[in-house]
């Protein structure tokens, strides 16, 4: 699901719209995979608790995963709600080669064994934006 804003990163050089429609031609005809644009529909920067409650709601699922990167472990405990975010899900944390372990108080499940030595940060600098 593309974040229309990300409330800790400056505006994208792609409009949330054009991202949505990438990623919609990205992952045509891969089954089991559902896009979303919850977030995109609600025009301005949406907590992650915020989109949880809604998917909560709507598909009632007996466990809700959250996938995030270990960059993104770092900070969770300035995430809007954090300690209502991990009630409500199984966090499952994309370890990143060149990060160094991140102390983490709560539970997680690692996600090993992935190398992609990129990242969307690299991916922007190098574009230049």
Partial sequence: MPAYQNPFKKPCFLDAKTRFKKLERALKGI???????????????????????????????????????ADCLRHLSSWTNAEELLKRVELVVFERIGYEEIQFKGHYHPLKGIDAPISSSAIRASLGV
Avoid at 31 to 57: C, G, M, N, W, Y
Wanted: charged share 30%; proline share 5%; aromatic share 10%.
């Fill in 31 to 69: 089954d089991r995979v559902l896009l979303s644009d919850f977030e995109i529909k609600q025009e301005r920067a949406v907590p992650t608790i915020e989109s949880v409650i809604h998917f909560q709601k709507l598909y009632r699922p007996k466990t809700l995963y959250l996938v995030i990167g």
